[in-house]
């Protein structure tokens, strides 16, 4: 089975793998979703399984014939991992020779030098929004954390006026800003422009990033005055290294992907003819595979090579870097799986249905319908793959900008309050020493904040542009 593109069922639609009613499909959807969640919460099975067999329970449920629920999710899931999968690659790569050449020391030293007191916050939510491009949220943490015990713990300030800015600009890249797999995913969903949702998200990003990390800092070291654990502080990067690529060229280096799709986006919008020369140059170099390929290349020379890596040592590190990606890839991938398994069946079509007789806006369900999945699995990228499924349909008679935000709407809706069931609130709880209580009282409202900051402003986007 071909994939299903959102015109194709907004236009012309074509007969779903299952005739079942609006009941039925509706009842199949809760279904679905509640043997995924009960298979990660519950049982604890990885996400990949979890979302396989929820897609086929989904189409059980929605009365499909196995072979061909099986069909629509393997076509989803080679789809998805087709249209991301070598971006989410690039991505890694690019991250993992940041992190060994020393680059991402280097930026977070050289700003360090030059903030100290009240500047300290805003110092750490621009290394981690810097950093947080290229890198995926999990190595983000792991590469600042020393970096926020040593801050907390040399200058004595409090450990959430450090931590919390960093956390935030981390939060926020992996939530709404592309290279990343939730926003890429959703973006492949609704056939959003990649170049206007990044503009528009770093325009979100940016107040969004101020509230939730240096403004929220303050409340939160009054709420939580924890100390930095000493045992938490590992070796850095660079420490083994005898040099290390220079500020300038190492930021130049990571955003060289974002502003040759900047670029992109521009040329289209003032130029705006497809037979154009400059259009169809541009339209090349800022695509997201050629924008991160070039990206990784350049990096080779510009990191790697400048932190004094051999031939060897940067097809090692190449290597290493694709390991940890497996998961993630699988994860998108049945994710995208997932997604298709719903429009398949229908249930999108039916979301475009009922949503006529709604008066709430077609944004505002999709940023409420990834809070649900979010609270419920604990994954944002779970929620955004989900979330982007079910609401694609409302993407087909949106303008370019508006599909664009609705891709911020489903993001934003998935960093809604992280608690017991996120990996990611284990990982600050345990690295920041803190309990429960206190990673609730912080990370989970930082979260929080972050969600309902960023889908205000997309709501507020919608009526101006």
Not at 196 to 211: D, N, Q, R
Not at 213 to 236: C, H, L, N, T
Not at 367 to 378: E, F, H, P, Q, S
Not at 397 to 425: E, K, P, Q, R, Y
């Amino acid at each position: 089975m071909t994939r299903l593109s959102v015109e194709m069922l907004a236009a012309d639609p074509v007969e779903p793998i299952t005739s079942a009613g609006h009941a039925q499909l509706g009842i199949a959807v809760l279904a679905g979703i509640a043997v995924i969640v009960l298979l990660i919460t519950k049982f604890k099975l990885h996400a990949f399984l979890a979302l396989t067999i929820g897609s086929l329970a989904l189409g059980a449920f929605a009365g499909a014939p196995l072979d061909k629920a099986i069909t629509s999710f393997s076509a989803g899931l080679g789809s998805t991992v087709a249209g991301v999968g070598v971006l989410i690659a690039l991505g890694a790569i690019l991250g993992k020779l940041l992190a060994d050449s020393g680059g991402a020391d280097q930026i977070v030293d050289t700003i360090l030098a030059k903030a100290s007191g009240r500047s300290m916050p805003w110092a750490m939510v621009l290394i981690a929004s810097v950093i947080g491009l290229p890198l995926f949220f999990e190595v983000g943490i792991v590469l600042l954390i020393p970096v926020v015990l040593m801050v907390a713990k040399r200058g004595n300030y409090s450990l959430m006026r450090i931590g919390i800015p960093a956390l935030a600009g981390l939060s926020v890249m992996h939530g709404l800003i592309p290279p990343h797999p939730g926003p890429l995913v959703a973006i492949d969903a609704v056939k959003a422009n990649l170049g206007v949702t990044l503009a528009l998200g770093i325009l979100v990003a940016i107040p969004t990033v101020i509230i939730a990390g240096p403004v929220f800092s303050k409340y939160a070291a009054r709420w939580v005055d924890a100390p930095a654990p000493e045992k938490m502080i590992p070796q850095r990067a660079s420490e083994d290294l005898e040099k290390r690529p220079g500020f300038g060229v190492t930021i130049a280096t990571v955003m060289l992907p974002v502003v040759l799709m900047l670029a992109k986006a521009l040329v289209d919008i003032v130029i705006d003819d497809p037979e154009n020369m400059v259009q169809r140059v541009f339209d090349v170099i800022g695509s997201p595979l050629i924008a991160l390929l070039a990206a990784v290349l350049v990096a080779i020379f510009t990191l790697g090579r400048a932190a004094g890596f051999t031939k060897d040592r940067i097809s090692s590190t190449v290597e290493k870097s694709l390991g940890p990606i497996a998961g993630i890839l699988l994860i998108v991938g049945a994710g995208g799986g997932f997604k298709q398994t719903l429009i398949d069946s229908g249930v999108g079509q039916m979301i475009l249905d009922i949503s006529k007789d709604w008066s709430i806006p077609a944004l505002l369900l999709a940023w409420l319908i990834a809070v649900a999945i979010r609270l419920a699995t604990g994954s944002a990228t779970v929620a955004t793959i989900s979330a982007a499924g079910l609401v694609a349909p409302l993407a087909a008679d949106m303008s370019t900008t508006h599909a664009s935000l609705l891709v911020l709407a489903i993001g934003a809706g998935s960093l809604f309050f992280s608690h017991v069931n996120d990996a990611g609130f284990w990982l600050v709880k345990e690295y920041f020493g803190l309990s429960v209580g206190q990673t609730i009282k912080t990370w989970s409202v930082m979260e929080t904040i972050i969600s309902v900051v960023a889908g205000g402003l997309v709501l507020l986007l919608s009526l101006v542009i």
